[in-house]
Each structure stands twice: as C-alpha cells, then as structure tokens.
Antibody, heavy 120, light 107 residues
C-alpha cells in the first residue's frame, strides 16, 4: 500500500519560494496522478494541482502563475514549489493520490499534512 | 470553472440521528463527485467516490446518491466518531475543487 509523507520548511518569508517534498513509500511514481491540496487555518480545502507520472501537469488557475509540481528523478519523491508567497499562502499542505490510475478517480491516499507559515 | 455549493454549512445532530448533506454543482458533472470527512488535526478521508460507491473500509451507514448537479451524502445512524467536517469534491474537470464544507457537531 502506497504511503505519502510531506516534508519541508515550516516557516517561509514573504516573497520567497515555498518548497515541499512528498515522499512515496510502498510504491514509486511510475504511474498514477500525484496531487497537492492545501488548507488555510480554519478554512476549507483548496486543490492546488496534479502531476502525472510522465511529467504532465495541471494547476488551479488561481495559483497557476506561481506553482510548479515536479517529480524527482528517483521517482520516489514529488515536489511542490510556490513562488512569491504571502501570508495568504499560510496553510497545511497535503500531498495525495489515487490507488487507481485514472485522472478522475477520488483521492484515497493522503499524507498527514505539513503546516507552512509565511511570516517575516 | 465548476462551483460546488454544500448545504448546510453546519449541522447539529445527536447520536443515532439520520443526517443528509447536499452538494450542488454549477453544471453537470455526471457522477464525478466524491465525499470526504476530516476530523480536527487530521487529513481528509475518502468516504464515497463516484457519487455512490462506498470506499473500502468505510461503514455502511454512509451512503451517497445523485448525478448531474445534485448529490447527497447520508449517514443513516450517527455514531460519535462521525462528528467531523464533510467535503464534497468534483473530479469531472479541472480544477478539481472542493465544496466549502459542512461541520457536523454534536447536539
């Protein structure tokens, strides 16, 4: 069974780039879609985007100009980069995937989430 | 972009109650509608996929229905562990947005 674990700095300064990694255990990024979702404190879930194992991506238009999702060459990690962050980017960031290899499948595998605070 | 509207935004109920949460899409999404719940401090957990399919390991008191634009999640007999926030999500077309959430609280 695939498991996911997010990691990265818990504090990022305004205008800098947020960079997170999702480690995939129990499998590899050789198929499936790999997603990032975030949740500001006390608020709902926001879909950030996904990457297909081949490297193709799709991002939420609200974040598209600032987001990059990519896969590590080892195929055991994928990453999220969000540039020019502001306090509005403070959130718990989750990586997630589906156990089925279809774009429209629900996300049944989630990481535990990592809190990122944007502050000077 | 497709918009999802959940109702109610919050709900108070008692153990043993039957509860229904609705999710309305701004355009037809066929049956590409998923339901999750989230407990405080935890990540979301998938309950129902493709509008009415019960995720493996999820109790049968949870059920989903609907197609097109109108969907419901029903909990037939609330248990103490069901008090959480519930989200719908459409996976018909990107961006795969979530509804705003329904907080289910103990009466």
């Amino acid at each position: 069974q695939v498991q996911l674990q997010e990691s990265g700095p818990g504090l990022v300064k305004p205008s800098e780039t947020l960079a997170l990694t999702c480690t995939v255990s129990g499998g590899s990024i050789s198929s499936h879609y790999w997603s990032w979702i975030r949740q500001p404190p006390g608020k709902g879930l926001e879909w950030i985007g996904y990457m297909y194992y081949s490297g193709s991506t799709n991002y939420n238009p609200s974040l598209k100009s600032r987001v990059t999702i990519s896969v590590d060459t080892s195929k055991t990690h994928f990453s999220l980069k969000l540039s020019s962050v502001t306090a509005a980017d403070t959130a718990v960031y989750y990586c997630a995937t589906s156990s089925h290899d279809s774009l429209r499948d629900a996300l049944d595998i989630w990481g535990q989430g990592t809190m990122v605070t944007v502050s000077s | 972009d497709i918009q999802l509207t959940q109702s109610p935004s919050s709900l108070s109920a008692s153990v043993g109650d039957r509860v229904t949460i609705t999710c309305r899409a701004s355009q037809s999404i066929d049956t590409y509608l998923n339901w999750y719940h989230q407990k405080p401090g935890k990540g979301p957990k998938l309950l129902i996929y493709a509008a009415s399919s019960l995720q493996s390991g999820v109790p049968s008191r949870f059920s989903g229905s609907g197609s097109g634009t109108d969907f419901t999640l029903t909990i037939s007999s609330l248990q103490p562990e069901d008090f959480a926030t519930y989200y719908c999500q459409q996976s018909y077309s990107t961006p795969f947005i979530f509804g705003q959430g329904t907080k289910l609280e103990i009466k």
